[in-house]
């Protein structure tokens, strides 16, 4: 072999890897761009639309604002949800647990992070639903009912079964991030509190959880920048009504996400402004999710850093 | 005076520790149960290699959808596959603490946090409105590029724990660096980077949104990549919503060949991976 000839494969390849690297920069350029140029008709149309509370494809009008409450709202209390969720079994699993419960509690982890969105809506449509709707909404109703919030009547498919089924999704997003941050405390710190006479939990209330809060509070809004995208579950069991938080705030009435009204209308869409209307919808879940992952990224870069420097 | 002692304080606490910790394992329990109740009865060869019944009688099956899937995710697995690995390359031997290589892998990080549904729009907006035809080509387009980000973070850190000290061989002995790279380092790191793909291949054989605007549904064979095609995803979905239940039992079905098959490849990956990195 030649040396000229080592020296062109050697800059080719190099040239092979960067260029395959800005192959996918361009993709994600891309994304941006094409949603975008398809988004123009209706900015153009009009530009605060999407803003509106009315959402009626029979006479034009597009107003995107009670399904990006209704994805801020489902994710929110998701999250409300899965925090206390994932933060105890994060504790019963790093200082509680016995060995072989330990194994069997991450092959469950695993396995919840695994199963495919739509298996979870399919579960929560059949299964779920009916249950809620008899066993959950029906005696709140009877009860609380008066309170705007927890008011009837009880479809089953709700604002609340999407966040309860989110809630599922996102808790083995949490709890392995929770349970990596506990396990790596510092051991010199929980045996001190040990030695001072501390029972189990004083050393995770007062040790542990703060010494991994910034951590766990990265990996919430993580689990939080997941909900807002979740498409396939929320739109099956969401029922996708287009009137709320506006004809009822109920969190037993049927609402839309973005992800939703994309899911169930964008395939039969015919109308050019309908089509740019739910791109520009898609468009500003890309801004919001983005914004809430590079956040939490930026938190998660602080505590390596931390982490380098000790 | 304490209101509880300190020790029944530690009871209480670990009865809520375990409530909370059973809130999670149980509803994982009941999908995978459900899943198998419902989906057991509908199993047989028919189910499998037949196409579906016309609406409204009975039997068929769903082969065109299996068919489908693989073909779709065999694709999205040619563009993302390599992409994925030849970036991971990249970050981890050419442009590892460069402002360059930081600037990809930010890009990476935030392409795995972009919601599947938002991928498939742009899919469908470069592909399905300038052609204005649904198509199989989009669908890959964008499964493809959610398999990137996992195949190239997977492929970076295999190539990261290799030791420096064999590249440094290498170049003693005078090897070109594109073939320390690819002879030394990335056969040391296979595992993982095979690991990765298989991984990548789980996930977008779950991934129904981007689907359902670029592939959207058939109730044939596929006959292209360039037509519209079944998934099992898609038809999963439809088939649940449908409310006729011979189709929802037949969703049910679906459901459970793609877990079982989803499970399959993250248990083998999961062992097989720790069987050669674990020691033990």
Known sequence: MNKKSIFFKDSAFKYLVGGASMVVVGFFAMIFVMLAIRSYPSIV???????????????????????????????????????????????????????????????????MATIPSVIFGIWGLWIIAPLVKNYV?????????????????????????????????????????????????PAELREAMISLGATRW??????????????????????????LGETMAVTMVIGNSFMWPFSSVSLFSPASTITSKIASELYEAVDMLHVSSLIELGLILLVITLTVNFSARLIITRISRRGATQ | MRLISRRSKEKLIIAALVALTGAAVIPLLWIVASIVWNGVSVMSIEFLTS?????????????????????????????????????GIYLSEYAYDSKMGSAVRTVVESLSGVPSIVIG????????????????????????????PLVAKATEESMRVVSNDLREAGMALGIPKYNITTRIVLSMAKGGVISGALLAFARISGETAPLLFTALFSFYWPTGINQPIATLQVLIYNYAISGFADWVAKAWGASLLLVLVVIAINVAVRTLGRKKYGGA
């Open chain 1, 45 to 111: 149309n009009d530009p605060l639309m999407v803003f509106g509370s009315t959402w009626d494809v029979n006479s034009g009008i597009f107003g995107g604002l009670p399904a990006i409450m209704g994805t801020l709202a489902s994710s929110a209390i998701a999250v409300a949800f899965a925090i206390p969720i994932s933060l105890g079994m994060s504790v019963f699993f790093t200082e509680y647990a016995p060995r072989r419960v330990r194994a069997a509690l991450s092959v469950v982890i695993d396995i």
């Open chain 1, 137 to 185: 909404q029906e005696p709140i109703i009877g009860s609380i009912g008066f309170i705007p919030l927890f008011s009837g009547p009880a479809y089953g498919l709700s604002l609340f079964l999407a966040s309860l089924v989110l809630t599922f999704m996102i808790v083995p997003i949490i709890s392995s991030l929770t349970i990596s941050l506990l396990s790596s405390t």
């Open chain 1, 202 to 227: 004083e050393v995770v209330r007062h040790v542990a959880l703060p010494f991994s809060k910034l951590g766990i509070f990265a990996a919430i809004i993580l689990a939080l920048g997941r909900a």
């Open chain 2, 51 to 87: 196409l579906p019944a016309p609406f409204g009688s009975t039997g068929g099956g769903i082969g065109n959808a299996i068919v489908g899937t693989l073909i779709i995710n065999l694709f999205a697995s040619g563009l993302g596959i390599p992409l994925g690995i030849l970036t």
């Open chain 2, 121 to 148: 729009l742009f899919a469908f907006t470069l592909i399905v409105l300038t052609f204005r035809h649904y198509t199989g080509i989009a669908a890959t387009l964008a499964l493809g590029i959610m398999m990137i």
